[in-house]
């Protein structure tokens, strides 16, 4: 499996070898010798989640300040940009942000270690994604930032429909006011 580091040299973009024929394809999507090779970290996943949504849909910025989650995001149909923002104030990256469009067609997934916020924003009519967590879900300890903070400034594709958010997501809170990792 093909890997490139971005910006956020802990933000990593996995490319798995396809092979394709007119009968359709197969690909390995994950190999955990494979995966702490690059990471050179040991993660045990405990969670696979499934999600669909509409064109428009932008998720996030959602991260968990206890029992903080890795997320390993892939798209089976459809098409989003993908973001993480290093929200871990000892970083230099801190308060940095990097995004990728993956997609069902380019087979992409997107390592977003603990100590990252995560979100989405539906490009296509509908995408789905599918994402192994380093941890459990905690909704007590679920956090959002806000989707457009100046402070991190998020360059979000434009689209033809206007975003739809959650309740939940439309008051995030700005980083300024975050709880953040150490």
Not at 24 to 44: A, C, M, P
Not at 67 to 82: I, M, T
Not at 116 to 142: I, Q
Request: glycine share 6%.
């Amino acid at each position: 499996m093909r890997h490139t580091l971005t910006t956020i040299p802990d933000v990593i973009v996995f490319e798995p070898r396809v092979f394709e024929d007119d009968r359709g394809f197969f690909l390995e999507s994950f190999n955990q010798k494979s995966f702490e090779q690059v990471t050179r970290q040991h993660y045990d996943f405990v969670q696979d989640n499934h999600s669909k949504s509409s064109q428009g849909v932008l998720r996030g910025l959602h991260y968990q300040i206890q029992q903080p989650q890795g997320k390993l995001v892939r798209v089976v149909a459809g098409v989003v940009f993908d973001i993480a923002v290093d929200i871990r104030r000892s970083s230099p990256n801190f308060g940095a942000w990097v995004g990728e469009v993956i997609s069902s067609d380019n087979k992409k997934q997107m390592w977003i270690p603990p100590g990252f916020a995560h979100g989405f924003l539906v490009m296509s009519d509908s995408a789905e994604l599918l994402y192994k967590t380093t941890d459990f879900y905690a909704p007590n300890h679920e956090r959002c930032l806000s989707w457009n903070d100046p402070e991190i400034g998020i360059e979000w594709p434009e689209l033809d429909v206007p975003f739809q958010l959650s309740n939940k997501d439309k008051q995030g809170i700005s980083l300024a006011h975050a709880e953040c990792f150490a």
